[in-house]
């Protein structure tokens, strides 16, 4: 069983930067794959990023690539989602989840709002 609980989440103007964390805790040895996932109102909800637990690969949506960053400090157990050029269309309730295979995820956090101001 593995737990992961997101924090960091809060209001920011357009243009601006917000780090996400992401700390997991349990049978963290079993995870595989760590991910990113945004739900904005009215829509489903959408994959944003992840990075393999080794820390040897990340992925990006098409639609934060560039702007957003995951890395991971594998001391604390911790992931995090470095934000930046914030736009208004990144409002969103952003969750974390981990996994035990690639792009499977078993486990996932209550989630933490983002809101971007214009």
């Known amino acids: 069983q593995v737990h992961v609980v997101e924090s960091g989440g809060g209001v920011v103007q357009a243009g601006g930067s917000l780090r996400l964390s992401c700390a997991a805790s349990g049978r963290t040895s079993t995870i595989y794959d760590m991910g990113w996932f945004r739900r904005a109102p009215g829509k489903d909800r959408e994959f944003v990023g992840g990075i393999r637990w080794s820390g040897s690969l990340t992925l990006y949506a098409d639609s934060v690539k560039g702007r957003f960053t995951i890395s991971r400090d594998s001391a604390k157990n911790t992931v995090y989602l470095q934000m930046n050029s914030l736009k208004p269309e990144d409002t969103a309730v952003y969750y974390c989840?981990?996994?035990?295979?690639?792009?499977?995820?078993?486990?996932w956090g209550q989630g933490t709002q983002v809101t971007v101001s214009s």
């Open positions: 989840a981990a996994g035990l295979s690639p792009a499977s995820y078993n486990w």
